[in-house]
Structures are given as structure tokens and as C-alpha cells.
């Protein structure tokens, strides 16, 4: 028997094509339509860091958008403060910022599992959002802080140029190449021997210890780096909503990443993926179609709880290994 | 030679006196059977030996070396490993990959975050190298999950043999298994012990099993020490049989 499997090949057999068609559907569908992938894309991002927590490590984080706010927050305090919109600087404040406060919420939440570290999660990110909503001389409030259209690699947006087409294009090229580079380290943390180590304290950390897994510190990095990615998803997001509100700082919108990831499927590397773009079609389509929106984002939850507990990525895997074993 | 030895180790819960002032030793490359019945401290004495438990007083000595507060991923770094008496393997990871875990963490490797585990080929191999000596070869690239019972129990004990310990304890090695399955469990057990030249203390109820492949037998009543010998002392001596076995040398 071969022990080296051919692992990093058959994923990038996979990844190619995906790649080759979110690189050229700019060019077939309307500038809306891209905006809309491009938020797909950085949820997707949120979903990646969250899932490392959830998928491979156990732990079910209901705070998640405490660093996803950190991210955006850094990213309008920059423009506030310092004046500066360059992209760069905006990816540097917000991954230091998100990273500083999961390293610090992190070291709190591990040495608890199960619904106590949920609850902590969950506290501690409503602590922050109760920050940004009370220092309203700092945060803007509820109106929240204006971000403009940043330079992306020291090019200053020409002004002549429509913002969505902005967003549409280069915008959305940036955040596609952020998004490859972040999908690709996951990829690789996963399959790490970390990632293994992560894995064996989901399946038992007891046993994970007793191999001399420090699960602990080991949680703690998980953490750290979960957070960092939702994180970067939120210093992504904000240039594209052009504005930050404590909204996203509140648990509910926690619960969205939780959705995500559960949408898409957990057990599954590209779950989150799927799950973060086809959360932010259902719910703009919901939105625009019915006021009770939130009522079929509730069904939807339900049925997939109930029917697809293994998400679409993990249900369709599981059709697909039906059907080769069929044939 | 000595190679662990406790002094006056104690451990209470509550009232109960799970362990109580024991002083215990493992010789180099000696088998060593624990026995008593449900209750009498054999489990606690090795969660203690190993870091599941702090004790409330006594020491360990490993190699001369004060373990006593080490912490467990230390404990194991000096050569002390464990299996459990449930079994407790990586269910959802390959067979393969529970034993390369073990060894990552063994060569300190766990803390590589921007390398592919399954690219180390040094550690793969010898993962699959232990997985043929236990006999598990033909399931390396299966789910652990989806091993028998015989098999778990196997693997549990490769993780723990993967950290080339010198000291390996195995809890109930045998329980919950075939009997056909018992002897090939502890042929192996036999076998890493003599050409590994590690020590092994095995923890059983299996009366067959201690007598047929142990150097040494310590038999534990309510936490303390009963009696500590050969097999034939021990299968001599009257105490035991009549607390143990409820029944006289003779019978």
C-alpha cells in the first residue's frame, strides 16, 4: 500500500474549475448579480473561520460576530481617525484588531466546551455590541460610521467611475483572490497535523490529551485563527456595504454565521463555502420578495434541520457516493 | 531496576478512599497485572500515574524524577503513556491517521499549521509500519469508528505504543472483546513489552489472562495494597483467594 495519499491533487482538481468560474461570471451577469457573489464570497470566508471551530474542533461558537464587527470597526475607526482608505491598511488594522480580540475572548472561552462555551461566546460578543451601540460619540451608534470606496494596491478609485461597477469589478476581484488565498490556507490547516490534532479533541478530548494533544492551547489557536478569518471577512464586507452599524456586532448576526455553516453543512470543507453565498441569495431573494422574510429563512432552517442535517454540501457528497456505488 | 515507584500515594472522594497510601513500584521491562475487584483503587492508582487525577498526597517518582504535578503531556514525554478501559479512539479519523497523530505529537509536530500531515511520509510510514505490527494494516485508510471492538482495542493501545513509551498502562485491555480476540490482544501486549523493552502494567479481570501472561501480580482491596508477588505466590496466597475470589488455595 501507497500511505501518501494524493490528497492536495484531487483538491485542486475540485478547486479549478470553481475558480475558473467565479473568475469569469463577472462577465456574463449583471454588476447587482456580482455584488451579490462578492458578499457571498466574504460570508463564505466568516463560514471557513467559523467552521474550524464547529466542523473540526467541536466547539459552537454564538459570538462570532464580535470579530466580524472587530473587522469592520477597525477598518471605519481607520477612515475616522487616520484618514486613510487604503485596502492594505484597512486588511492589516482589521485582521490585528478581530485577531487581539479573539486572542483575548479565546483564552477565556476554551477551557469551556459544549452550550457553556456557546453562552460565553455569545456574552462576550454582546459586551462589544453593547460597546459600539452606547459610545455612539466613538461608533456613530445606531447611524453607525460611513467607510468610502478604498484604493485597492495604492490605485485610487478614479472618481468618474460608478461605485457598483467599482464593486462589481475590481472590488469584487480583490475580494475573489483574498477569498482563494483564505480557502487555500484552510485547506491546508485542516489537513495539517494541527488540524488532525484539532480533530482528535472533536472526537475525544480526553484521549486527545492522553496522545499529548495541549488541548487547551490547541482550542486557543483554533480560536485565534476562527476569529481572524471572521475577522477579514468583516474589514472585506465593510467597503462593500459602505457602512458598519452595531448590527453587526449582535448576536443574531452570530446566529447567520451559524447558519451558514449549518446550511451548507459542517461536516464538509466546502459546506461553509456553499452555505455562506447561498445564505446571501436566499435571504436578499427573501427580502425582496415578502416581508415575512425571516419567516422563510425560519422554514428553511427547520426543513434543514429535519431533512438535510448533513447541509447541501454533506447531502449532495452522500447522493454522489450513492450513486457511484449504484453504477 | 526500579523505573516508577509511588510513595504513600492517597486519593479520597469524599469519604471514600480510593487510593490509600500506596506504595507501588514497576520494575523495567517487567508485565505487571493489577487486579482487585470493582471498587478497590486499580483505575484511580493509574489515573493518578498517568495526569487524569491530582493526587491528595504522596509522590510519584518516574526514572527517579518527581511526576507527581507534571502535567499529562509532560508525564508523556518522559514515557508515560495509557490506554482506557472504554475504548477511546479518533472515530472519525483514518486508523492510519490515529497512530500519525500520536507520532506527530510525539516528534512535536502538532504545531504545524501550513503543512499537509498526509506529506510527511517519515511518520506515515511509520504509522502504517506499527498498524502491521498490530495487525490493523488492511484497515489504515478506513474510519476508526468503523472498527470492531477487537480492533478499537488495538488501535488504543498502537496510539498509546506509538509515543514509544517506557512505561505503557492499559486499562482493561481485554474487557468487551471475544474470547477469540483476547489472546491476539495480548500476544501483542506480550510481544512490544519483551522486544520493546518497555514496561507494562496491565489493569484486569480476566483471571486467565493475568495468570497466563504477567511477571508480576499486585492485587488491590479498598484502595490499599492486599497482596504483591509472583503468579504462583499470588495464586497461593490465601488472603487474596478468599477476599478476591471468595474461595480457599485448594479450590
Request: net charge positive; aromatic share 12%; hydrophobic share 50%.
Amino acid at each position: 500500500m501507497n500511505p501518501i495519499p494524493a490528497l492536495p491533487k484531487r483538491a485542486l482538481l475540485s478547486a479549478i474549475p470553481i475558480a475558473v468560474i467565479l473568475f469569469f461570471l463577472p462577465l456574463l451577469i449583471a454588476p447587482y448579480q456580482v455584488t451579490l457573489l462578492a458578499y457571498g464570497l466574504i460570508f463564505a470566508i466568516a463560514a471557513l473561520g467559523f467552521n474550524l471551530l464547529l466542523g473540526y474542533t467541536g466547539l459552537l461558537s454564538f459570538g462570532h460576530s464580535a470579530y466580524f464587527g472587530m473587522g469592520a470597526y477597525a477598518v471605519a475607526f481607520i477612515v475616522k481617525y487616520f484618514n486613510i482608505t487604503s485596502m492594505e491598511v484597512f486588511l492589516l488594522g482589521g485582521i490585528l484588531a478581530s485577531g487581539a480580540i479573539a486572542a483575548l475572548f479565546g483564552f477565556l472561552c476554551v477551557r469551556y466546551t459544549r452550550i457553556y462555551f456557546g453562552i460565553l461566546t455569545l456574552a462576550l460578543s454582546q459586551v462589544l455590541w453593547s460597546l459600539a451601540f452606547k459610545f455612539y460619540w466613538v461608533t456613530g451608534g445606531t447611524d453607525g460610521l460611513r467607510v468610502p470606496t478604498p484604493s485597492l494596491l495604492g490605485v485610487a478609485n478614479p472618481e468618474r467611475e460608478e461605485k457598483m461597477i467599482f464593486l462589481a469589478h475590481r472590488y469584487y476581484y480583490y475580494v475573489l483572490v483574498i477569498f482563494l488565498v483564505a480557502a487555500s490556507a484552510m485547506w491546508v490547516i485542516v489537513h495539517s497535523p494541527f488540524g488532525k490534532a484539532l480533530q482528535a479533541i472533536r472526537d475525544n478530548e480526553t484521549r486527545a490529551e492522553f496522545v499529548g494533544v495541549q488541548v487547551w492551547r490547541y482550542r486557543w489557536i483554533a480560536f485565534l485563527v476562527s476569529g481572524i478569518y471572521a475577522g477579514l471577512a468583516g474589514t472585506l464586507w465593510v467597503p462593500l456595504n459602505g457602512l458598519t452599524t452595531p448590527d453587526i456586532l449582535h448576536w443574531t448576526f452570530s446566529g447567520k454565521i451559524v447558519f451558514f455553516t449549518v446550511l451548507g453543512g459542517f461536516q464538509t470543507f466546502m459546506g461553509p463555502i456553499i452555505g455562506g453565498v447561498v445564505y446571501n441569495y436566499l435571504e436578499t431573494y427573501a427580502v425582496g420578495h415578502t416581508v415575512y422574510w425571516q419567516m422563510v429563512l425560519g422554514v428553511v432552517l427547520v426543513l434543514l434541520v429535519l431533512v438535510l442535517p448533513a447541509g447541501i454540501a454533506g447531502t449532495a457528497g452522500r447522493l454522489l457516493l450513492r450513486l457511484r456505488r449504484a453504477t | 531496576m526500579v523505573l516508577l515507584e509511588t510513595k504513600s500515594l492517597t486519593k479520597y472522594f469524599g469519604d471514600t478512599h480510593a487510593v490509600d497510601r500506596v506504595h507501588f513500584s514497576v520494575a523495567h521491562g517487567e508485565l505487571l497485572a493489577l487486579i482487585g475487584s470493582n471498587g478497590a483503587g486499580k483505575t484511580s492508582l493509574v489515573n493518578l500515574i498517568s495526569g487524569l487525577l491530582r493526587p491528595d498526597s504522596g509522590t510519584i517518582l518516574f526514572q527517579g524524577a518527581d511526576v507527581t504535578t507534571m502535567p499529562v503531556h509532560d508525564r508523556i514525554r518522559a514515557g508515560i503513556a495509557r490506554s482506557f478501559q472504554l475504548v477511546t479512539v479518533f472515530d472519525q479519523l483514518d486508523t492510519l491517521d490515529n497512530v500519525a497523530l500520536a507520532i506527530f505529537c510525539r516528534e512535536g509536530k502538532t504545531r504545524r499549521l501550513l503543512s499537509l500531515a498526509s506529506s510527511d511520509h517519515a511518520v506515515r510510514n511509520e504509522a502504517f509500519e506499527i498498524l502491521r505490527e498490530f495487525g490493523l494494516e488492511a484497515k489504515a485508510s478506513q474510519p476508526a469508528g468503523g472498527l470492531s471492538q477487537g480492533e478499537r482495542k488495538l488501535l488504543d493501545i498502537a496510539l498509546a505504543y506509538a509515543l514509544r513509551p517506557k512505561l505503557l498502562f492499559l486499562d482493561e485491555p481485554t474487557s468487551g472483546v471475544s474470547t477469540r480476540e483476547k489472546a491476539p490482544i495480548m500476544n501483542i501486549v506480550t510481544s512490544i513489552v519483551r522486544s520493546g523493552k518497555i514496561s507494562a502494567v496491565i489493569v484486569e479481570h480476566d483471571m486467565d489472562v493475568v495468570f497466563r501472561y504477567s511477571d508480576r501480580i499486585v492485587v488491590m482491596h479498598e484502595g490499599a495494597i492486599l497482596a504483591d508477588g509472583t503468579p504462583d505466590e499470588i495464586r497461593r496466597n490465601e488472603q487474596v483467594t478468599t477476599t478476591l475470589l471468595g474461595t480457599s488455595p485448594s479450590q
